[in-house]
């Protein structure tokens, strides 16, 4: 796809309070939609303030040394009590030409008081400092920044009428190296288990990568289960101790925002009659998959040409289909970047799903390790239980097909006709919505040349047969398939919602109707248009959709900048494969794919791990300078040229007060979960959760749970008998540092 890149049964109650020993610190306008240039976005609408522009001669009102009072007004955020704070610039700078002092206002035009002068901070038992730090869990979800004089919006974020309602101006583009945080961090994964509807999720396997990479720079071996031991300890920084846990120089960046042309506000299904609407996920998963595979020079195969691979539906299809090559019609714009038979290269689709994409036979080795299994029930949904037969081949099925492991499932299968027989196939191929993909180039029984094949749903249940569709005017033969008749062509791109503003139905393309003249202009790559950056392709729709908002965003009610900082991190599926999923025709990842903690979220950080900040640390916020590509100007055309730094603190790691649920008289039911919230996400490594301990009545109260020496495995019998079981954490809330347990029923019943 074309992207622009710049988420109960309760019984009686078991008292109890819960011991938190120390944890480990540091843990992680007007105008028409052609006009997307950076004019008319600034904080004067009236005027023309582009990147570049002033007077109307389109020089700079002034060269240098414009709006001198202009410079960041304060930071806000909440402190570790999950209060809002603010810091004033003044306070914050460091540079050259910092502000004597700031006097920013509020949205109500009230002034803002800096935290340090506060009635809270001044009546903190911990110190006016240390109440006026910035949590770093929330510091690196988002932090607000107010400025002194208006700002000129265009020189971080472009608007435009919106695609849904142009009476509402929409963000499409966002310059996210404005501004970066860069201070001590680390980097974290593990196997990530969701649980089911209303159990907790499970971190097992954690691995801290910034420890690895440390222990790797110093030739220190390490094996997964060592490392709780290993990354205990320090490493010498320039004569200065620091965790091996810590990066101290890690730079985090908000997150760019994505555009498409080929996904995104697409129609709606009717809801009644033949489906004519072609999705996008319906083009994704209909035209552009190859349902029988491709012969050796790449020609789609068929079964209406006699080229599919026939197979029986009851055998295994592994053997049966093993000339089956998959092939999918994907953006060229690649997204991942990884090695496969060689050396690293871009790919348009993940490594895990590659591997699914391949027989398993021709599969590199060494990328897949799975766990012994008998049957499929033994793996996981995205698996299969895939051995080797007495011909040395992948199998799943047979007396002879040995040594079977869990390994990544393969696309491919044999699927059975409506006459019973079957050919080889690719899974990820969908009837449901393909027809209003494809178009006839004759008249046919239902239609004429132009309709879609859709119109052959005469009883509209969505299910295209061959006695409903096939049709000797469209080519059908015997062994026809519906959807791959001669006499159908794809059609040229999904269908927009048609209540979108008329521009979003413009394309680049020849032979566009009067209307759409600017709007391709604006929008178009050369030579059908003079647009840069974003470009929309030839052939794709001219207005690309937002997929996803970037990190920095102004708020025009609060008349300050959200920064969002990239720390969340996740390699989600190509759109094909998003779309399969999404309608059961292929399995979920496992954990053996990576990093699934953010699965349910839109990417902010395209990696295979989670960044999260240090406690009790010092961080500096950087601010681009006017020699950088993209720097945050005022509407006056002034800069942040020497008192572009400002620095900050977090506090020490601690409970949020007033945090813990359930709070009146600790009551600990089977049907609940217990949860307390820290200032700072925790380090969920199996020896610091040990830390934990549960005890009933008071802190020196009998042992309940948890602790160093919990027994992981007891019974109920044996907890009976005096044994200590371990605390069971819910993973689920992690990244706004929760921690939560619950009472295994299993284990324990009802209490």
């Known amino acids: ?269 009717p809801d009644g009659g033949p489906d004519t609407c072609c999705s996008a996920c319906d083009r994704a998963l209909g035209p552009d998959v190859a349902r029988y595979g491709v012969d050796a020079g790449g020609a789609r195969r068929s079964p209406n040409d006699g080229t599919a691979i026939a197979c029986d539906p009851d055998g295994d299809a592994l053997v049966q289909c093993r000339d089956l090559v998959l092939d999918v019609e994907r953006d060229p714009g690649a997204a991942y970047t990884y090695a496969w038979n060689g050396a690293v290269q871009a790919w348009p689709l993940p490594r895990y799903d590659k591997l699914r994409e391949t027989h398993p036979d021709d599969r590199p080795a060494g990328l897949e390790a799975g766990v012994a299994c008998g049957t499929r029930s033994d793996c996981e949904s995205g698996q299969a239980c895939i051995g080797t037969n007495a011909a040395g081949d992948a199998c799943r099925q047979g007396a002879d097909c040995l040594e079977r492991t869990c390994r990544a499932e393969w696309f491919g299968g044999c699927h059975a006709t409506e006459g019973g027989s079957g050919f080889c196939v690719d899974h990820r191929f969908s009837g449901r919505g393909a027809g209003a993909c494809l178009s006839a180039t004759n008249d046919f029984a239902h239609g004429v040349a132009g309709d879609r094949l859709s119109q052959c749903d005469v009883n509209g249940d969505g299910h295209l047969t061959a006695g409903e569709c096939c049709d000797a005017a469209l080519g059908a033969g015997a062994g026809c398939d519906p959807f791959y008749q001669p006499n159908l062509v794809d059609v040229p791109r999904y269908d927009r919602n048609p209540a979108l503003a008329p521009e979003g139905a413009c394309v680049c393309e020849e032979g566009q109707p009067a209307a759409c003249g600017d709007t391709v202009e604006a929008w178009c790559e050369a030579p059908l248009g003079a647009a840069s950056d974003p470009a929309s392709p030839a052939g794709d729709y001219a207005v690309p959709v937002v997929t996803r908002a970037g990190g920095v965003r102004w708020d025009e009610d609060s008349m300050q900048l959200g920064v969002r900082l990239a720390t969340i991190g996740n390699l989600p599926r190509a759109n094909t494969e998003s779309c399969a999923e999404a309608r059961g025709l292929i399995g979920l990842r496992t954990v053996a794919d990576g990093w699934l903690a953010n699965a349910a979220f839109a990417a902010e950080l395209l990696e295979d791990h989670d960044l999260a900040l240090c406690s009790g640390s010092t961080y500096r916020l950087v601010l681009a300078e006017s020699g950088a590509d993209h720097f945050i100007r005022s509407a006056g055309n002034g800069n942040l040229d020497g008192r572009s730094e400002h620095v900050i603190e977090t506090p020490q790691l601690r409970i949020v007060p007033n945090s813990l649920f359930p709070s009146d008289a600790v009551e600990i039911q089977s049907c609940s979960t217990f949860e307390v919230a820290l200032s700072n996400l925790y380090d969920p490594s199996e020896v610091n959760l040990r830390k934990l301990e549960l005890r009933e009545g008071a802190a020196d109260g009998p042992l309940v749970a948890g602790g160093a020496d919990c027994d992981p495995l007891a019974t109920a019998p044996e907890i009976a008998a005096g044994a200590i079981p371990c605390l069971d954490f819910d993973a689920g809330d992690r990244v706004i540092g929760k921690l939560k347990f619950y009472v295994d029923e299993a284990i324990h019943g009802q209490v």
């Open 1 to 269: 796809m074309h992207y622009h890149r710049n988420l109960p049964r309760c019984v009686r109650g078991l008292t109890g309070a819960l011991l938190l020993l120390p944890t480990f610190a540091c843990v992680k306008g007007e105008g028409s939609l052609g006009d997307y240039t950076e004019s008319g976005t600034g904080t004067d609408t009236g005027a023309d303030t582009g990147a570049d522009s002033g007077s109307s001669g389109g020089e700079p009102t002034c060269i240098e040394d414009c709006d001198l009072e202009f410079g960041l007004g304060y930071i806000a955020g909440p402190n570790y009590a999950l209060e809002p704070i603010f810091r004033l610039g003044d306070a914050t700078c460091e540079g050259p030409r910092c502000p004597e002092s700031v006097s920013p206002v509020g949205i109500d035009g009230a002034a803002i008081e800096d935290c340090l002068q506060s009635e809270g901070a001044q009546a903190s038992p911990l110190g006016a400092e240390e109440h006026c730090r910035l949590s770093p869990t929330w510091l690196a979800i988002r932090l607000d920044l107010g400025f002194t004089t208006p700002i000129e919006r265009s020189s971080f974020e472009s608007v435009r009428p919106g695609l849904v309602d142009p009476t509402v101006e929409e963000p499409y583009l966002w310059h996210a190296d404005v501004v970066e945080l860069r201070g001590p961090g680390t980097a974290l994964r593990g196997d990530y288990l969701a649980g089911p509807v209303g159990g907790p999720d499970r971190l097992t396997a954690v691995v801290n990568e910034t420890c690895v990479e440390r222990l790797e720079a110093q030739g220190i071996p390490w094996a997964p289960d060592d490392l709780d031991t290993l990354c205990r300890g320090t490493w010498n920084d320039d004569g200065v101790l620091r965790p091996l846990k810590m990066n101290p120089t890690m730079v985090l960046a908000p997150y760019a925002g994505e555009l498409s042309t080929t996904i995104g506000e697409s129609c709606e299904t």
